[in-house]
């Protein structure tokens, strides 16, 4: 059977692309559904909060400190962080 080529080296190959594609798709599915390599949250303290200042939207352009949001009434409040 002298006549039919060797594929050893190209079947190696492809196992060796295969078994990386699957590694690739293995790690990008981890990376994506988990947080294992992603730093921890800091919870913002109320003082930092009540300091930040707020510019109100529209046309009448307003600053204030967000601490009058919640003198007089309570507030909920999300502090987002934005890269960048």
């Known amino acids: 059977i002298s006549f039919l080529p060797n594929f050893g080296i190209f079947t190696m190959g492809m196992w060796?692309?295969?078994l990386g594609?699957?590694?690739a798709?293995?790690?990008?599915?981890v990376l994506a559904n988990t947080d294992i390599f992603l730093s921890k949250p800091e919870k913002a303290?109320?003082?930092f909060l009540e300091e930040i200042e707020?510019?109100?939207?529209?046309s009448e352009q307003r600053?204030?400190?967000a601490g009058e949001?919640?003198?007089k009434n309570g507030a909920v409040i999300m502090a987002?962080?934005?890269p960048g």
């Open 21 to 23: 594609a699957i590694g």
């Open 54 to 58: 707020l510019k109100t939207l529209g």
């Open 69 to 71: 949001l919640w003198k």
């Open 16 to 18: 060796s692309v295969g």
């Open 63 to 65: 600053t204030f400190k």
């Open 80 to 82: 987002v962080r934005r």
């Open 45 to 47: 303290t109320l003082e």
């Open 25 to 29: 798709a293995v790690t990008g599915i």
